[in-house]
């Protein structure tokens, strides 16, 4: 009963990223996307696996194949047997479910970094940004901005500051 209670534990630690790559497959499907949507939703708990079920229904509906572990579960049952040819369409899938993950990790990040630089200077969350106010720099702000960036990559680090108005350097 040891290993019950790690497998439970494994469980709950995958629960949001099982849920996450399905969703990631999904957008990435391109016209596929409604038949992966579909695919997953309806096929998710076929498995044993509260969480294998989850990428691997949204594959199967993305690609529009069945994925079968013969004697328990048929995903996309409908769908023919994959072929030799659907295991680059898997990888190129999977690289563009990766690279929208990234772009929204990336995103997200930024949105947090922002977020903290309001709140150092005192603006509200929902609080207009003013264009004029924020520059780009490559010397952690040091410099003034792009226009007084010459000595930038000297170990400093590149991003966007806000300013204390225009051309009178960065906070």
Request: aromatic share 6%.
């Given at each position: 009963?040891?290993?019950?209670?790690?497998?439970?534990?494994d469980?709950?630690?995958?629960?949001?990223p099982?849920?996450?790559?399905?969703?990631?497959?999904?957008?990435?499907?391109?016209k596929?996307?409604?038949r992966?949507?579909?695919?997953?939703?309806?096929?998710r708990?076929?498995?044993?696996?509260?969480?294998?079920?989850?990428?691997m229904?949204?594959?199967?509906?993305?690609?529009?194949?069945a994925?079968?572990?013969?004697?328990?579960?048929t995903?996309?049952?409908?769908?023919?047997k994959?072929t030799?040819?659907?295991?680059?369409?898997?990888?190129?899938?999977?690289?563009?479910?990766?690279?929208?993950?990234v772009?929204?990790?990336?995103?997200a990040?930024?949105?947090?970094?922002?977020?903290?630089?309001?709140?150092?200077?005192?603006?509200?969350?929902?609080?207009?940004?003013?264009?004029?106010?924020w520059?780009?720099?490559?010397?952690?702000?040091?410099?003034?901005?792009?226009?007084?960036a010459?000595?930038?990559?000297y170990?400093?680090?590149?991003?966007?500051?806000r300013?204390?108005?225009?051309?009178?350097?960065?906070s």
């Open positions: 009963w040891l290993g019950k209670a790690g497998a439970r534990a469980d709950l630690a995958n629960w949001l099982a849920r996450l790559a399905a969703l990631l497959l999904v957008a990435a499907a391109g596929q996307a409604g992966a949507w579909r695919t997953w939703r309806r096929d708990g076929l498995t044993a696996s509260p969480n294998a079920g989850q990428p229904s949204a594959m199967a509906g993305a690609l529009g194949v994925l079968e572990k013969v004697g328990h579960y995903l996309g049952a409908e769908f023919d994959p030799v040819a659907h295991v680059d369409q898997a990888a190129a899938l999977m690289r563009r479910a990766v690279w929208l993950g772009l929204l990790a990336g995103g990040a930024a949105n947090q970094r922002l977020q903290r630089v309001n709140r150092k200077e005192g603006m509200k969350d929902d609080e207009p940004y003013n264009q004029e106010s520059t780009y720099s490559l010397d952690g702000g040091r410099s003034g901005g792009v226009d007084g010459a000595g930038g990559l170990g400093g680090r590149a991003g966007l500051y300013s204390r108005g225009r051309g009178q350097g960065n």
